[in-house]
T-cell receptor
């Protein structure tokens, strides 16, 4: 069955520390997509990144970087030099195709990141 | 990214009543979804809203409790019927793009409290 595991329920770091959020997935599909979303206290989900199963290149966007490894079914997210504004819940998600040809997301349980000043 | 608006942003309702939540998406998306996020929990897909036809519900969710309409490509409503305190959650609408993107963009959510 398709599954997304975020084993870290909550992480606390001091500002300027680096932090890595783990995401491990299970899927039967050979073509799939993985995503990271940020949910700040306001509640809105903010899209951060999409990665398809054929693209194992790591990606860097400012202080954010993502490490995708198919061999270990992991899609980890690192924030460098964390800031208080990074405090949020972060969700990893996997898209799964249905028999009708549409897709839906399976979300992990989320990791709450607290960055302390 | 796509622009997704949702209203109301929050509401406090009495047990046994119903609340209809509206979602408007911009034209960049073709798919619409409704999710529930119970306090401190992850997102659970309620249903995929289909334009002009009945929504496709996930296991554990039924039309009588969560009727959904999508009369056109960019607008959908979710009704939470006969509410109980267990329905207190954030309800989120999302707009999704088809392959090859498979991206979903989320509205700000509706925080529902049932007394």
């Amino acid at each position: 069955a398709q599954k997304v595991t975020q084993a870290q329920t909550e992480i606390s770091v001091v500002e300027k520390e680096d932090v890595t959020l783990d995401c491990v997935y299970e899927t039967r599909d050979t073509t799939y997509y993985l995503f990271w979303y940020k949910q700040p206290p306001s509640g809105e989900l903010v899209f951060l990144i999409r990665r398809n199963s054929f693209d194992e290149q790591n990606e860097i966007s400012g202080r954010y970087s993502w490490n995708f490894q198919k061999s270990t079914s992991s899609f980890n997210f690192t924030i460098t030099a964390s800031q208080v504004v990074d405090s949020a819940v972060y969700f990893c998600a996997l898209s799964e195709y249905s028999t009708s040809g549409t897709y839906k997301y399976i979300f992990g349980t989320g990791t709450r990141l607290k960055v302390l000043a | 990214s796509a622009v997704i608006s949702q209203k109301p942003s929050r509401d406090i309702c009495q047990r046994g009543t119903s609340l209809t939540i509206q979602c408007q998406v911009d034209s960049q998306v073709t798919m619409m979804f409704w999710y529930r996020q119970q306090p401190g929990q992850s997102l659970t897909l309620i249903a995929t809203a289909n334009q002009g036809s009945e929504a496709t519900y996930e296991s554990g969710f039924v039309i009588d409790k969560f009727p959904i309409s999508r009369p056109n490509l960019t607008f959908s409503t979710l009704t939470v019927s006969n509410m109980s305190p267990e329905d207190s959650s954030i309800y989120l609408c999302s707009g999704g793009r088809q392959r090859p993107y498979n991206e979903q963009f989320f509205g700000p959510g509706t925080r529902l409290t049932v007394l």
